[in-house]
């Protein structure tokens, strides 16, 4: 490889397009940015050498090549894209309905969608944006984002450091404004510089040759915004260690302790209360807007809850000692936050059967009188009750949530949850040898042989709510925060902000002016416009709209 | 001599770019390798096959067997059978019943059931061990901290521990009479072969 030296002395490295110090187009080099087809100047990156189009010589090399270009990363990214768009055809598996027939993927897809659903299961798009591949296509997204940025900024920022005030001729009758003045006297010249100066343009003088700069720093503002993309990479890697990201969710019934689940037995949780609390339907603002709701319209979703902490936490399972740690409300969007975990309000169920009172009466009785009453919590029923009459009520079997079951053809319970709490109840009695057996539950009241003595009636119960609760311990969150913050600051630097340069060229008696942004065209040309008021400077002429076979393209830097 | 040195520098810049290419390439290769790795994983947090089974201490609330509570680790030098269950759980109670008829055979060939209720309610458990006869230990896991400890998805899940306490088989749903069978012969201790 070879060093270019330029006319101008400047000694360049190879693949350099335009003269680092003078801007001279460098002859063999003008087809990389395409110089040769057009009449203006591509100013990409300065034109200055991108190293990955010059070296290619190891392996190392070859992969920085492949990944530097952004045709490349556009191609990566519209890929990325059709994937995700894939993804969002059929519900992924972790959305799969809790009251699916079958949870398993293998057969739900299949059965709920068809052949169309089986073949996405066969290709695993079911669990798409956590497949390996998927996430390999997001690494190579993020890879060929460092290396294109990597690649751009070091040259970009050599050529900036480097660019003289002494331009070469060509460099400025190939920029898109430029114009010739002749006989323009010492007066106007100064006059000149003083303007650049009170326009707050940044003025470089070499032999009356002048470069008057202003916002080069708009140019890193891609880079700063790369920055932030890496860094919220970064924090969504971090996010895949368990110690520092945790999700979780815990069911808690009113007046129940238990284990908080990922915090590995050591915290638990009890619910004293859960609120819900509704807008007032005779309130004139409300009125309508809760009709249209169905007459219902919830103000706010709490839980009041105290925290404890396992103090012996040596074996799992054994009585715990705890210690209470917090005791408050989480409402919705204001979780409860302890020893870096937070508890958010995410769920309810309401009306639970906490408890429920029977009375027992004789089955003869027209009034239903009670001889005894007595209450069964449901959280932890007692299966005996005995009186002092001499009769003794048992649970013989309990069922919290009953239905009939066909298969079995007798009653089971469907879940652990008193939804539809049924008993069998034995009644013993001083006169009877063998007990009565009749069967309670929430509209039944069943006498299984028609002969029995006495009945049960259910006279009261009581009901309590269970809340549901997401447990989050999120350590990443700043680092997203900083990314978020530095990718914005990037976008303000390159967006608000535009990399001016004018340039003024002596030529003999005259002068040849042109100028350069990056955008916002018409803010500069307001700037110059100012700058040669009340002289002899002829205005810049854009020859982007005047050269009629000038197709060339308006090119951002990123 | 001073082309020399030209290229001498040369030589060095380039060795430097090479480097710093090779630097860069390893972090992010590193980077994407830790994702799919921790990525992979995720979705067995839960103790699997080779795991050693962490250790837990439950109330046993079966009146037909003589243990009050059970400490896994107490069970070394056994093959365990541990089982999560609950009595509302059809597939659960479909291999009850072949638990029961291998238990006295095996319980002397050095393997013990332990059996993890999942209820909410410690009445419903009594019925259901009373339903079948049930001898093998239950344990009641009323504050749901050896769930959340392995981490127990859809129930039954049965996992098979051999004499060092070493997970040597995970099995999600139920279990037929002959793989039961299947599995005890592979935990069952050297000694009492």
Not at chain 1, 319 to 336: A, D, F, T, Y
Not at chain 1, 430 to 436: A, G, H
Not at chain 2, 67 to 73: F, W, Y
Request: aromatic share 12%.
């Amino acid at each position: 490889m070879n060093k270019i030296k330029c006319e101008c002395g400047h000694v360049n490295p190879e693949g350099t397009v335009l003269c680092e110090a003078c801007g001279k187009p460098i002859e063999e080099n003008q087809h990389i940015d395409g110089n040769n087809q057009k009449r203006l100047l591509n100013m990409r990156y300065e034109g200055s050498s991108r190293r990955s189009l010059t070296y290619n010589k190891s392996i190392i090399d070859k992969i920085w090549r492949f990944f530097s270009s952004v045709k490349v990363g556009v191609w990566l990214i519209v890929i990325a894209l059709v994937a995700s768009t894939l993804g969002t055809i059929f519900p992924q598996a972790i959305y799969i309905p809790e009251n699916a027939a079958s949870r398993d993927p293998a057969i739900y897809y299949e059965d709920q969608f068809g052949i169309f659903g089986k073949v996405y299961y066969q290709l695993g798009l079911y669990d798409l944006y956590s497949s390996w591949w998927y996430m390999i296509l997001i690494a190579l997204i993020g890879i060929s984002l460092v290396i294109c940025s990597i690649d751009r900024f070091v040259p970009l920022r050599r050529a900036l450091k480097m660019q003289k005030p002494k331009r070469h001729e060509t460099f400025l009758n190939r920029q898109r404004l430029y114009s010739v003045s002749t006989n323009i006297s010492h007066e106007d010249r100064h006059h000149l510089k003083k303007m650049l100066k009170k326009l707050r343009y940044r003025v470089r003088n070499e032999d009356g040759h002048i470069l008057a700069e202003k916002g080069r720093f708009s140019r890193w503002g891609p880079y700063v915004n790369h920055i932030g993309l890496i860094i919220i990479l970064i924090a969504s890697i971090f996010r895949m260690s368990p110690f520092l990201y945790m999700e979780d969710y815990v069911w808690t019934r009113e007046g129940e302790q238990k284990v908080i689940p990922g915090t590995s037995g050591e915290y638990y949780i009890e619910n004293k209360e859960f609120i819900i609390e509704m807008y007032d339907e005779d309130d004139e603002r409300f009125k309508d807007a809760i009709a249209r709701m169905g007459g219902r319209a919830e103000k706010n979703f709490q839980s009041n809850v105290v925290v404890y902490k396992n103090t012996d936490v040596s074996v799992p399972g054994a009585e715990p000692k705890l210690e209470k740690v917090k005791e408050g409300q989480i409402e919705l969007n204001h979780p409860l936050k302890f020893d870096g975990y937070a508890l958010y309000q995410s769920g309810f169920q309401e009306n639970e059967f906490s408890n429920m009172s029977f009375k027992l009466y004789e089955t003869n009785d027209p009034d239903q009188k009670a001889i005894e009453n007595f209450t069964v919590d449901l959280a932890s029923p007692e299966t005996e009750y005995k009186f002092d009459n001499g009769l003794r009520v048992v649970i013989d079997k309990y069922y919290p949530n009953y239905y009939l079951d066909e298969d079995y053809g007798e009653p089971r319970s469907e879940s652990n949850d008193p939804w539809n709490p049924a008993f069998v109840f034995k009644v013993y009695s001083p006169d009877n040898e063998s007990p009565e057996i009749s069967f309670a539950g929430i509209g039944r009241n069943i006498d299984p042989t028609g002969e029995n003595q006495y009945k049960l009636g259910i006279t009261d119960f009581e009901t309590h709510d269970v809340s549901g609760l997401s447990v989050r311990r999120d350590y990443t969150l700043p680092l997203f925060g900083l990314g978020a913050l530095i990718f914005m600051v990037g976008v303000v630097q390159g967006m608000y902000w535009q990399h001016r340069r004018i340039w003024v060229h002596p030529k003999g008696e005259g002068i040849l002016l042109a100028a350069h942004t990056n955008k916002n065209w018409f803010g500069i040309k307001k700037d110059i416009e100012r700058m040669i008021a009340g002289t002899n400077l002829q205005m810049v002429v854009d020859q982007q709209t005047t050269k009629k076979n000038n197709e060339i393209k308006e090119d951002n830097d990123e | 001599m001073r082309l020399d040195n030209a290229n001498e520098s040369k030589k060095n810049r380039k060795r430097n770019r090479l480097i710093f290419r090779l630097i860069v390439l390893t972090v992010l290769v590193a980077a994407v390798a830790y994702a799919l790795i921790m990525n992979a994983k995720k979705g067995n947090t839960i103790y699997g096959i080779g795991d050693q089974a962490p250790d837990f201490q439950l109330q046993q609330v079966n009146k037909n067997n003589e243990l009050e509570t059970i400490q896994l680790s107490d069970l070394e030098g056994k093959g365990v059978m541990l089982n999560f269950w609950a009595t509302w759980c059809k597939p659960c109670e479909a291999e009850m019943p072949y638990m029961e008829e291998l238990y006295p055979k095996y319980r002397d060939n050095g393997i013990e059931i332990v059996a993890v209720s999942l209820d909410s309610t410690e009445p419903v458990i009594h019925q259901f061990i009373e339903k079948y006869n049930l001898t093998f230990p239950i344990l009641y896991d009323n504050r749901k901290e050896v769930n959340d400890l392995y981490k127990i998805g859809p129930i039954p899940s049965t996992y098979f521990i051999d004499e060092k306490g070493e997970i040597v088989e995970k099995v999600e749903g139920g279990l037929t009479l002959d793989r039961l069978e299947g599995y005890f012969k592979k935990i069952q201790p050297e000694t009492d072969k």
